[in-house]
T-cell receptor, first 115, second 115 residues
Framework: DTGVSQDPRHKITKRGQNVTFRCDPI?????LYWYRQTLGQGPEFLTY????????KSRLLSDRFSAERPKGSFSTLEIQRTEQGDSAMYLC?????????????FGPGTRLTVT | GESVGLHLPTLSVQEGDNSIINCAYS??????FIWYKQESGKGPQFIID?????DKRQGQRVTVLLNKTVKHLSLQIAATQPGDSAVYFC??????????????FGKGTHLIIQP
């Protein structure tokens, strides 16, 4: 399968714990995006990278959220001191930023439940 | 099929009929629009996109119409099939960024195909 992959698919954690999610984009894609989706809503943009550079992070929900893409390939999204309101689906997408190519391809998501 | 009002959460159509899903966007500066399909438990799947310099674009069984005057976007699906049952989201983004920046999603319409 050459699509976007995310790990884990499901995560249950207790309030106050830290969690980290991983996203592996489509191999030739240079842009990687993180979104959050709550039940019944559309995805909400959080941050994105071009190669290893994080070009937008003002939309991260709080300073408890951080993302990295150290080698310009896979990315991780970390949430520190989780709260019940963090329960949601966290989606990763990738795209090839080149002339005429703007489609963002989404992974299956990581569903986070904070108890 | 039938035309639906904006923000209607559910649209039910008979298999084989045409369906029209509508969407209003808010940012007049947006110049890149996309329709995504999301099945239960999966990430959004790209369907079709359109730039603001166009008012219509056709794909396989799908057509997207853009009316910039009233900031309205619609997705027409011809000859609906059971596999078309899903939630459909419109999304908008800045073309100046190559549509590669974060997308803003609408709330979605749940399309149900009746046998």
């Amino acid at each position: 399968d050459t699509g976007v992959s995310q790990d884990p698919r499901h995560k249950i954690t207790k309030r106050g714990q830290n969690v980290t999610f991983r996203c592996d984009p489509i191999s030739e894609h240079n842009r990687l995006y993180w979104y959050r989706q709550t039940l019944g809503q559309g995805p909400e943009f959080l941050t994105y990278f071009q190669n290893e550079a994080q070009l937008e992070k003002s939309r991260l929900l709080s300073d408890r959220f951080s993302a990295e893409r150290p080698k310009g390939s896979f990315s991780t999204l970390e949430i520190q001191r989780t709260e019940q309101g963090d329960s949601a689906m966290y989606l990763c997408a990738s795209s090839l930023y080149a002339s005429g190519e703007y489609e963002q391809y989404f992974g299956p998501g990581t569903r986070l439940t904070v108890t | 099929g039938e035309s639906v009002g904006l923000h209607l959460p559910t649209l039910s159509v008979q298999e084989g009929d045409n369906s029209i899903i509508n969407c209003a966007y808010s940012n007049s500066a947006s110049d890149y629009f996309i329709w995504y399909k999301q099945e239960s438990g999966k990430g959004p799947q790209f369907i079709i996109d359109i730039r603001s310099n166009m008012d219509k674009r056709q794909g396989q069984r799908v057509t997207v119409l853009l009316n910039k005057t009233v900031k309205h976007l619609s997705l027409q699906i011809a000859a609906t099939q059971p596999g078309d049952s899903a939630v459909y989201f419109c999304a908008e983004g800045p073309y100046s960024g190559g549509g590669a920046d974060g997308l803003t999603f609408g709330k979605g319409t749940h399309l149900i195909i009746q046998p």
